[in-house]
């Protein structure tokens, strides 16, 4: 009789374990904690000084943008809290070896890797962003409705998945390249142009230009947090209701090539006893 593990209660202990970790080292739990608390409010403080100057930017007035912030950092948060620790820890499974004892124990290797460690400091970042959407919705006088919020919900988690089928790739190549410690550099750097609205690179100069077709299109990271926006604030005029119905589409493809890679990926992984 073969043993099929029970994924959603293997999850709960991996939150148990990250719960007692965190607890175990109250101290760096709480440094972590103030550090994005500040990083938090040093945004939003940019803002509130640019916005006093000006009433609009490529017509985000200062609540919608807001929102958007929001949106983004509530993706970001998420991604941050359930993958990015377990993801940025994959070379040094490599490097170590104790991937070879990953690939010995009955469960999926990708939800082992994925999902062992849950960074509870980064949940900080979401309360606060839920918080910062809340206050901007108030202001802006907003009519959310219940099939807006529903889709806004489900784009959130195709922006959280989408992320995470990008960053399961980059580590992949850990494979190879055995210590990819860049992992963290690259991933800001890929989604510092996630931070602003998609309206805001559609310039008539040519390097504003590949940005926006580059992030649009190719790697829609201008996308993931500015549709899920539009829908929230009731601007679908400004994207489309093909995009927002597409976008659970793509990113399922998304997903599903970033098992591919995975997969063909250890399939080329040589143990450390070889």
Not at 103 to 127: G, M, N, R, Y
Not at 198 to 213: C, G, I, N, T
Not at 235 to 245: D, E, L, P
Request: aromatic fraction near 18%; include cysteine.
């Amino acid at each position: 009789m073969s043993f099929r593990p029970h994924y959603g209660r293997v999850w709960l202990t991996f939150l148990r374990n990250s719960f007692v970790r965190e607890l175990t080292f109250r101290g760096n739990f709480l440094i972590e904690v103030v550090t994005r608390t500040f990083w938090f409010v040093a945004q939003v403080v940019l803002f509130e000084i640019i916005y006093s100057f000006v009433p609009d930017i490529e017509g985000w007035t200062r609540e919608q943008y807001y929102a958007f912030m929001a949106t983004g950092m509530l993706i970001n948060s998420l991604v941050e809290t359930l993958f990015m620790p377990n993801c940025a820890n994959f070379s040094e499974l490599i490097r170590t070896g104790d991937l070879d004892f990953a690939l010995l124990k009955p469960i999926d290797t990708q939800f082992l890797v994925s999902f062992e460690k849950v960074d509870l400091a980064e949940l900080t970042q979401v309360l606060l962003s839920g918080g910062l959407l809340w206050y901007a919705l108030d202001r802006a006088q907003v009519d959310v409705t219940f099939a807006n919020a529903a889709l806004y919900l489900l784009l959130i988690a195709v922006g959280v998945a989408f992320f995470y089928s990008l960053m399961i790739v980059l580590a992949s190549t850990s494979i190879w390249l055995g210590r990819n410690q860049g992992l963290y550099d690259f991933w800001f750097y890929i989604t510092v142009f996630g931070r602003y609205p998609r309206e805001f690179y559609h310039r008539p100069h040519p390097l504003a230009q590949v940005v926006w077709f580059g992030f649009s299109y190719l790697i829609p990271i201008l996308l993931v947090v500015t549709v899920p926006s539009h829908v929230l604030l009731n601007q679908m005029q400004h994207i489309g209701w093909q995009i927002a119905v597409l976008a659970p589409v793509f990113t399922l493809i998304g997903l599903l090539i970033a098992r591919r890679v995975f997969s063909w990926s250890l399939s080329h992984y040589r143990s450390a006893s070889s």
